[in-house]
Nanobody, 124 residues
Framework: QVQLVESGGGMVQAGGSLRLSCAAS????????MAWYRQAPGKPRELVAN???????KYADSVKGRFTISRDNIRNTVDLQMNSLSPDDTANYYC??????????????????WGQGTQVTVSS
């Protein structure tokens, strides 16, 4: 029904920058909140940043001032610009979107969708 595809992960040295992108496609009626989460080995998945349809944003304390989330409501994309990266930012990053999808048998259904994850590795 709905797919989220991430891109932009990779390896970078401490102090460097990366930009993650996520594109939503499929039977989309509307996209509400969009967000980026991350999960490091042995740790629970945590919210990194969230953006509402009206572009209000929220950030984890650990990334405030370094990361910027933005979205394009026409292209159905959400980006995460990550600056001043540190080894503590190493994790698998996941795109999340709360989507009202068009379901043939049910009409409009709101659900959370996840991307497959993209690895970010920051070396010291």
């Amino acid at each position: 029904q709905v797919q989220l595809v991430e891109s932009g992960g990779g390896m970078v040295q401490a102090g460097g920058s990366l930009r993650l992108s996520c594109a939503a496609s499929g039977s989309i009626f509307a996209i509400n909140d969009m967000a980026w989460y991350r999960q490091a080995p042995g740790k629970p998945r945590e919210l990194v940043a969230n953006v509402t349809r009206g572009s209000s944003t929220k950030y984890a304390d650990s990334v405030k001032g370094r990361f910027t989330i933005s979205r394009d409501n026409i292209r159905n994309t959400v980006d995460l610009q990550m600056n001043s990266l540190s080894p503590d930012d190493t994790a698998n990053y996941y795109c999340n979107a709360r989507v009202t999808a068009i379901v043939r048998s049910s009409g409009l259904v709101e659900s959370d969708y996840w991307g497959q994850g993209t690895q970010v590795t920051v070396s010291s």
